[in-house]
């Protein structure tokens, strides 16, 4: 069966650091992958998805960009974070057959920046 | 481009009583439809789905009907319980809005003892 993980489940970090997340998926090959955030009391804002190795859209210009070095590695990553990069980070797969198919999420990241 | 709209929460019902959370949503093409639910500290889940005008999409209790000359996939339940306390999201998907999934702002529900 399909699985799909996310780390860290928890960050705390200081305005200015870097940031790494990172999902991975088992059970599944060429998935299409998405990042999410979810701010607090908010829907769901898509940032980055991907249809394969090295391809990467962006969503939303920001700080944040997202890197796909394994098909089924997916990484969202910051150089200087900001205090409104704070928010819940899901990371998500779809089965590339169908395009309209329902998503599968991860456990979801928590990011607190002080 | 393709939107969903659904009710504010959060919604606060006692157990046992009958729940409805209403979407609509403007697509170009033809989606599909979903709920998904988050419970507290966790990822979002697939509740239940349709995906051609007048399916049904059901799932523990809950049901979903496709209405495409209302645009809507409302949400229903008929006896809620405490263990249904979630947040819920409406969401599409369809192939002009290329590989994206749109979703609602979600509706806070909360259930009493």
């Known amino acids: 069966s399909q699985t799909i993980h996310q780390w860290p489940a928890t960050l705390v970090q200081p305005v200015g650091s870097p940031l790494s997340l990172e999902c991975t998926v088992e059970?599944?090959?060429?998935?299409?992958l998405y990042w999410y955030r979810q701010a607090a009391g908010r829907g769901l804002q898509l940032l980055f998805y991907?249809?394969?190795?090295?391809?990467i859209s962006s969503e939303v210009p920001q700080n944040l960009s997202a890197s796909r070095p394994q098909d089924r590695q997916f990484i969202l990553s910051s150089k200087k974070l900001l205090l409104s990069d704070s928010g819940f980070y899901l990371c998500?797969?779809?089965?590339?057959?169908?395009?309209?198919?329902?998503?599968?999420f991860g456990e979801g990241s928590r990011l607190t920046v002080l | 481009g393709n939107s969903v709209t659904q009710m504010e929460g959060p919604v606060t019902l006692s157990e046992e009583a009958f729940l409805t959370i209403n979407c609509t949503y403007t697509?170009?093409?033809?989606?599909?439809l979903f709920w998904y639910v988050q419970y507290p500290g966790e990822g979002l889940q697939l509740l239940l789905k349709?995906?051609?005008?007048?399916d049904k999409g059901s799932n523990k209790g809950f049901e979903a009907t496709y209405r495409k000359e209302t645009t809507s996939f409302h949400l229903e339940k008929g006896s809620v319980q405490v263990s249904d306390s979630a947040v819920y999201f409406c969401?599409?998907?369809?192939?002009?809005?290329?590989?994206?999934?749109?979703f609602g702002a979600g509706t806070r529900l909360f259930v009493k003892a």
């Open positions: 998500a797969w779809r089965n590339r057959d169908r395009v309209t198919g329902e998503l599968f």
């Open positions: 059970g599944t090959s060429n998935p299409n």
């Open positions: 991907s249809v394969g190795i090295g391809q």
């Open positions: 697509a170009t093409g033809y989606p599909s």
């Open positions: 349709a995906t051609k005008a007048d």
């Open positions: 969401a599409l998907s369809d192939r002009t809005g290329g590989f994206k999934t749109i």
